[in-house]
């Protein structure tokens, strides 16, 4: 992990501007324009591998935010971040803003949601509410499959793995019916989109070395993932060797994933 005395600056983006927002057309009105953070000073504190940290990172490069990111190593816990981690976790997001104190807002889904309701220019949520509701339960929805992900690369056993797989593939034969494409739900980027990305990286760098098979018959999901994989704004949310880290990670902790022995197919 990198020296959190002194963390290095990564991802800068550029704040962009709209004004779109809040016009009303034969009686229909948009919603209105978000508040806009132009003063704020945002600061993502992360780990490299980290899928929920992704997330973060795609919202605020999609939304054209002006941010910084810096490293903590959560096997060594600096005193800093154990005061602004209630949970102990990562993602966490460091909002400046003149005349006021620092707030640290905690958990991948409260950012997006914070990011969404204040920064201007194109929203990753649809403007209907009950569309909204829609989406973020299909957010939670990926934060279970990359649990499931997480059980499947970390098996340190083939049952382990085989127990995995069939959950991975279960919530996968769910998904595939609700994929529109070439995005979640059509031709808008979303927060959806935001959220399974992380998930099909790591899906990505364990085929590189044992094809796992768990997109096989699913070819609304391989095509979304593809489309995922080529978007800037996923290719940028992870450092440029992660996929080789992701691996020795598991190698580390005995992932028998990894093991052509041991075929993660089913």
């Known amino acids: 992990m990198d020296d959190t005395s002194n963390p290095p600056p990564a991802f800068l ?20 324009e978000p508040v806009a ?3 704020a000073r945002l600061t993502l504190i992360s780990v490299p591998l980290c899928p929920y940290v ?37 993602p966490v997001l460091r909002v400046e803003r003149d005349g006021h104190a620092p707030v640290h807002l905690f958990e991948s889904a409260v950012i997006l949601e914070y990011l969404e309701e204040t920064v201007p220019g194109r929203s990753l949520h649809p403007a209907d509410p009950l569309e909204r509701a829609f989406h973020r339960a299909w957010m939670e929805f990926g934060s279970q499959v990359l649990a499931d992900l ?12 085989d127990a995995a797989r069939q959950a991975v593939r279960a919530k996968f034969t769910r998904l595939e019916v609700e994929v529109t494409g070439p995005w979640f739900a059509g031709a808008a980027f979303s927060a959806v989109d935001a959220v399974f990305a992380p998930a099909f990286r790591q899906i990505d760098a364990i085929d590189l070395v044992n094809p796992t098979s768990l997109l096989d018959g699913f070819p609304r999901l391989v095509a979304w993932s593809r489309a995922l994989a080529s978007r800037p704004s996923v290719r940028e949310a992870a450092p440029e060797d992660y996929g080789s880290v992701y691996l020795a990670y598991l190698r580390g902790a005995g992932s028998v994933a990894l093991d052509a022995g041991n075929p993660a197919r089913g």
């Not at 910084?68 to 005061?83: G, N, Q, S, T």
């Not at 059980?151 to 340190?156: T, W």
């Open 13 to 32: 983006r550029v704040e962009g501007q709209s004004a779109d927002a809040g016009l009303c057309v034969d009686g229909v009105c948009a919603l209105p």
């Open 37 to 39: 953070t132009s003063a």
């Open 54 to 90: 992704q997330r973060a990172i795609i919202a605020l490069t999609e939304k054209e935010v002006e941010f910084e990111v810096i490293y903590v190593d959560l096997a060594d816990r600096p005193a800093w971040f154990r005061e602004i981690s209630p949970l102990g976790k990562v």
């Open 150 to 161: 997480w059980r499947f690369g970390s098996a340190g056993s083939v049952a382990d793995l």
